[in-house]
Nanobody, 127 residues
Framework: VQLQASGGGSVQPGDSLTLSCAAS????????MGWFRQTPGKEREFVAA????????YYADSVKERFTISRDNAKNTVFLQMNSLKPEDTANYYC?????????????????????WGQGTLVTVSS
């Protein structure tokens, strides 16, 4: 599967952005999907994930109540709606798909379960 993240940009604190992750090569319908982010010199960190059923979502504490992950299986796309953006949200954002089809709805933040990564999209939050 190939994943293409888009929607990044430069915004001011308090603004909103929606990132998209379009998959090609195979369907993501039956796969857990996740968003991660990374800044220079730091490890890639978990942001949000959604189960393959779409029923369960999980967020890092730092983005809870501000970010929303969703999926449109018909479009083979996952979204990350980001509201009330803060300077500390500045990072390259990556989407990823689970290694296993019909994967567990637990341990959604476990980076090791994701084996296909898209190229990042840069989000810069600055006044």
């Amino acid at each position: 599967v190939q994943l293409q993240a888009s929607g990044g940009g430069s915004v001011q604190p308090g603004d909103s952005l929606t990132l998209s992750c379009a998959a090609s090569g195979r369907t993501i319908r039956n796969y857990v999907m996740g968003w991660f982010r990374q800044t220079p010199g730091k490890e890639r960190e978990f942001v949000a994930a959604i189960s393959w059923t779409g029923v369960r979502t999980y967020y890092a504490d730092s983005v809870k109540e501000r970010f929303t992950i969703s999926r449109d299986n018909a479009k083979n796309t996952v979204f990350l709606q980001m509201n009330s953006l803060k300077p500390e949200d500045t990072a390259n954002y990556y989407c990823a798909t689970d290694r296993d089809k019909l994967g567990s709805e637990t341990y959604l933040s476990d980076r090791g379960r994701y084996d296909s990564w898209g190229q990042g999209t840069l989000v810069t939050v600055s006044s």
